[in-house]
């Protein structure tokens, strides 16, 4: 097996071992890059020299003793987190060159922990998408299927995970973007708890539903990356100081006398037969593993797709309207005066989604129409989180589908947005309520496609979803395969 083939802890074991270095790590990784980045394009920046020269750094650390968590350890970054001195662009070209002059939190806490960065991951425009074919820079292709999207928007981070090309990665979920690439990449993604992670350099989507979370290999991967990354920021407003405890400490705890909720509205019609088989076995090896399983309703989850697409929209207007050729990024050239500059660039610099959602977002927070939509949705999203309170009182844990398709085909919904909201139905109802879902994989279709399964709980219980994760994999069973690239 290569180094780059292996997981957070693999590799930890092997450096504290001294039966490798942080420089054969990184070069393992980016030997790997060198021979798939051309066929799926997970990212849009190589920080090449720079994880070189860190890695350097880090084997000098490791020669001094100096052993941290993540050490030597090449991880990639969704390009929506702040980096100081490297291009942050989310995939548009109204960023294309903007170079933030700060860390983002995560990134402060992944660096402090020994990691090293591989480089800037490949994302629907501004995070707004399901597909990773919105981005300025081009697609993003998934590693088990060169034909089909890797998910998104996150769908960079989740590829090269995939694909072995970094070891871990992160990414941000606003309405599944962390945990639908990762289960159609085949690979674990948790969105945490909403201020569970600090969002500070965070570029906003939405404010009130964004969340950044790991994309791992495996379980325990999770558990560890969350270790580094969650906990109070006093320079984030929505940061909540409450204690993180130590998540590797629940990976080997067991389920059994859990109740597991089954929400009726989540095993409907039009999911794909092979995604429905394949966590209806999920469903079992949960029993099996001595977790009862009961029907539970979320009464509301029919108003969530309709509720976020008014919700997302008009924070992402308001947090957009930054973007205007003064300060950042893309100025359009030849504009004459300023209204004309701010027209232009903001026509020139942002995709066709991204000015869906802007305009959707100023409609519904307009005077005469704020009422009728905005307040509206707020108050069914104060439903839709009670369903959820209300569920938590019988089951600690709720089992769903993660997506209800396996990867679809690249284009196949570009030109319906419908049909690719559709895509989240399953996890934007954990945004709108604030919990936290990680997603596992559960198996493959006939044709190879990997399919994931969800675990929900409540809030700042991170806790109980790697313990049932961490559970549901090691007794799963399930065939252990790679993407032949
Ligand atoms: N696909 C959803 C959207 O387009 C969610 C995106 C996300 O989680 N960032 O808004």
Not at 345 to 360: T, W
Request: aromatic share 8%.
């Amino acid at each position: 097996m290569e180094l780059n083939q292996l997981t957070i802890h693999e590799l930890q074991e092997k450096i504290r071992s001294g039966k490798t270095t942080a420089t054969e790590i990184v070069q393992s990784v980016f030997r790997r890059i060198d021979a798939v980045e051309k066929a799926i394009h997970a990212y849009i920046l190589l920080t090449r020299e720079a994880a070189l020269a860190e890695a350097d750094r880090a084997d000098e650390a490791i020669r001094k003793g100096d052993i941290r968590t993540l050490t030597g350890i090449p991880v990639a970054l969704k390009d929506l987190l702040c980096t100081r001195g490297v291009t942050t662009t989310c995939a548009s070209r109204i960023l294309h060159d903007f170079v933030p002059p700060y860390d983002a939190t995560v990134v402060e806490k992944l660096r402090d922990a020994g990691a090293v960065f591989t480089g800037k991951t490949n994302m629907d425009e501004f995070a707004m998408g399901s597909s990773t074919e919105t981005s300025w820079f081009g697609i993003t292709r998934n590693p088990w299927d060169l034909e089909r999207i890797p998910g998104g928007s996150s769908g960079g981070s989740a590829a090269a995970v995939a694909a072995d090309a970094c070891i871990a990665a992160i990414g941000s979920d606003t309405g599944g973007s962390i945990r639908q690439p990762a289960a159609l990449c085949g690979v674990v993604g948790m969105k945490p708890t909403y201020g569970r992670v600090s969002r500070y350099g965070l570029v906003a989507f939405a404010s009130s539903l964004d969340q950044i979370g790991p994309f791992t290999k495996d379980v325990e991967d999770c558990a560890i990356l969350m270790n580094v990354i969650a906990g109070y920021d006093p320079r984030e407003s929505t940061s909540v100081p409450a204690e993180v405890p130590d998540y590797r400490q629940y990976l080997a705890r067991g389920i059994d006398g859990w109740t597991v909720g089954i929400p009726k509205e989540y095993f409907i019609e039009g999911i794909d037969p092979e995604v429905m088989t394949a966590v209806r076995k999920a469903i079992a090896v949960v029993e099996g593993l001595g977790a009862r399983c009961i029907e539970i309703s979320l009464p509301h989850t029919a108003y969530c797709l309709a509720v976020y697409y008014i919700v997302a929209p008009a924070e992402a207007s308001s947090n957009l309207a930054r973007y205007d050729g003064a300060k950042y990024g893309f100025r359009a050239p030849d504009s004459r005066g300023l209204l004309d500059m701010y027209k232009k660039s903001r026509s020139a610099g942002f995709g066709a989604e991204v000015k869906r959602r802007i305009m959707l977002g100023t409609y519904v927070l307009s005077s005469g129409y704020y009422d009728a939509y905005y307040k509206k949705a707020s108050q069914v999203r104060a439903l839709i989180k009670r369903d959820f309170d209300e569920a938590f009182q019988r089951c600690d844990v709720i089992l769903t589908p993660t997506t209800p398709t396996p990867a679809f085909r690249i284009g196949e919904k570009t030109d319906d947005p419908l049909h690719m909201y559709l895509s989240d139905i399953f996890t934007i109802s954990t945004n709108l309520a604030g919990i936290p879902g990680i997603s596992v994989p559960c198996g493959f279709t006939q044709g190879g496609l990997p399919i994931g399964v969800q675990f929900l709980t409540g809030h700042f219980e991170e806790a109980k979803l790697i313990q049932i994760a961490a559970t549901y994999e090691k007794n799963a069973n399930l065939e252990k395969r790679r993407p032949t690239l």
